[in-house]
């Protein structure tokens, strides 16, 4: 039997990348830009794959179908993301760690995506499915 803990993580994850992948849909043309700047040619394409990660994921992650699994490929799909977008603002030792691990103020999503990380590999690891 699944802890309460780990469908807490499950929903929220569930919903959080559900919420992302309609997010990208709805607003294709500016993500497309956004993902255009980061890979170039290939933004496009990689937009796509990212949607339906990200919309497939959640969508798993709610019906607890194959939690295990879907949790570590959008766990390897944050560390792309994670080694996409990493920036610090900060050019201090204790700065630079509270923008990596609490809030990033320079512009990446560093905490964020350290956060969405530790949750996905709590679920790959407590899952039975």
Same mark, same amino acid.
């Given at each position: ?31 497309? $830009? ?10 496009? %394409?990689? +937009? !796509?794959? &990212?949607?339906? #990660?990200? @919309?497939?994921? $959640? ?10 699994? %879907?949790? +570590? !490929?959008? &766990?390897?799909? #944050?560390? @792309? ?15 630079? +760690? ?32």
């Amino acid at each position: 039997m699944e802890g309460t803990g780990i469908k807490v993580l499950r929903w929220f994850f569930g919903i959080a990348f559900l919420v992302a992948g309609l997010d990208k849909i709805f607003h294709f043309s500016g993500a497309a $830009g956004m993902f255009g700047s980061l890979f170039g040619g290939l933004g496009t %394409v990689l +937009l !796509v794959i &990212a949607i339906i #990660i990200e @919309v497939l994921g $959640g969508i798993a992650l709610l019906a607890n179908f194959k939690a295990r699994s %879907v949790s +570590l !490929v959008l &766990a390897l799909f #944050i560390v @792309v993301a994670l080694v996409v977008t990493f920036k610090i603002g900060s050019t201090d030792f204790i700065g630079s +760690l509270r923008e990596i691990l609490v809030m990033n103020t320079g512009g990446g999503n560093t905490a964020v995506n350290l956060a969405y990380l530790a949750g996905l590999v709590a679920i790959y690891l407590e899952s039975k499915n």
